[in-house]
């Protein structure tokens, strides 16, 4: 089962930052938090990744609360591109690791 | 650059036919996960190969079942198809000791549909 709980659906305005979260209260601390986006008949897209610390990237930033629990995915000014899947993950360190998914958040991105 | 490239991209077989799905793997990358995606949810899973060997498995019966060649490509086979088989299945590449600097690359995935 999926280590991670995200609302099913989102709206967002095209230009606005889309702000999506994750809960995670179980995460034990040598795990990361991973984010992937599955556009519509295409494969899951790496966006970013964190352990404690925010990232930033040029796709996306990413917050995680102090006590690791949640996390929220920003996307800074989106676009109608952007319309997606969005999953959290969470993530042994090192190795290669299966993914386990959610059903994740469906973000649409509206003109 | 390539990315990890997948045949066929689309399959229709018969209820208990056999099938074979392959996979070339990004470049610069040796270890392969393949993913089953059923409609409306999230990939599950199958089993991950590195150096020719299966290192980790999902819940899938037997009938699923792979291999990894030399150069790293992979493929996965079905028998006895079943209705419920019928998904979109996903091969993820990535480096083996890299996994957590960049992330998995999937491939565009294999519509299989069994009737």
């Known amino acids: 089962d999926a280590k991670t709980t995200q609302p099913p659906s989102m709206d967002c305005a095209e230009g606005r930052a889309a702000n999506l979260p994750c809960n995670h209260s179980t995460i034990s601390g040598n795990e990361y938090v991973y984010w992937y986006r599955q556009i519509h008949s295409q494969g899951p897209q790496y966006i970013i990744h964190?352990?404690?610390n925010n990232e930033t990237n040029e796709m996306a930033s990413l917050i995680i609360t102090e006590d690791r629990k949640s996390s929220t995915l920003i996307l800074p000014h989106a676009t109608l591109r952007d319309t997606a899947v969005y999953y959290c993950?969470?993530?042994?360190?090192?190795?290669?690791?299966?993914?386990?998914f959610g059903k994740g958040t469906k973000l649409t991105v509206n003109p | 650059d390539a990315g990890v490239t997948q045949s066929p991209t689309h399959l229709i077989k018969t209820r208990g036919q056999q099938v074979t799905l392959r996979c070339s793997p990004k470049?610069?990358?040796?270890?392969v996960s393949w993913y089953q995606q059923a409609l409306g949810q999230g990939p599950q899973f199958i089993f991950q190969?590195?150096?020719?060997?299966?290192?980790q498995r999902g819940n899938f019966p037997d009938r699923f079942s792979g291999h990894q060649f030399p150069n790293y490509s992979s493929e996965l086979n079905v028998n006895a198809l079943l209705l419920g088989d019928s998904a979109l299945y996903l091969c993820a590449s990535s480096p083996e000791i890299r996994q957590n600097l960049y992330g998995y690359t999937f491939g565009s995935g294999t519509r299989l549909t069994v009737v």
């Open positions: 993950i969470v993530n042994n360190q090192g190795g290669s690791e299966k993914l386990v």
């Open positions: 964190g352990l404690k």
């Open positions: 470049s610069g990358h040796d270890t």
């Open positions: 190969y590195y150096e020719e060997e299966e290192r």
